[in-house]
């Protein structure tokens, strides 16, 4: 069983920053892929970020790519998303999920992630 708790949501300006953080429990982390997605009212959960079990795989989604960063910290249990040059558009409840199948690979489709954390909001004003 894993724990996931997201944290650094809130409310910032277009064009700002932010990072999120997401910790996670258990003794076995790096034996999971992580991904953060985003879900907007009336919108399906999408796929923002992705990283492997070791961090040296990652994905992005096209609208995000060169402005966030998925990195992890398996000493910490933890998986952070740093968000540059933020846009209106990027505003959603941001979750942190987990899975063991692939876990070596980044990229990966939804129904395959096992854990999710609560969600933490992101509020970019334009």
């Known amino acids: 069983q894993v724990q996931l708790v997201e944290s650094g949501g809130g409310l910032v300006q277009a064009g700002g920053s932010l990072r999120l953080s997401c910790a996670a429990s258990?003794?076995?982390?790096?034996?999971?892929?992580l991904g953060w997605f985003r879900q907007s009212p009336g919108k399906e959960r999408e796929i923002v970020a992705a990283?492997?079990?070791?961090?040296?795989?990652?994905y992005y989604a096209g609208s995000v790519k060169g402005r966030f960063t998925i990195s992890r910290d398996n000493a910490k249990n933890t998986v952070y998303l740093q968000m540059n040059t933020l846009k209106a558009e990027d505003t959603a409840v941001y979750y942190c999920?987990?899975?063991?199948?692939?876990?070596?690979?980044?990229?990966?489709?939804?129904?395959?992630?096992?854990?999710w954390g609560q969600g933490t909001q992101v509020t970019v004003s334009s």
């Open positions: 258990g003794r076995t982390f790096s034996s999971y892929a």
């Open positions: 999920g987990a899975r063991s199948r692939a876990q070596s690979i980044a990229v990966a489709p939804r129904a395959w992630y096992d854990y």
């Open positions: 990283i492997a079990g070791t961090g040296r795989s990652t």
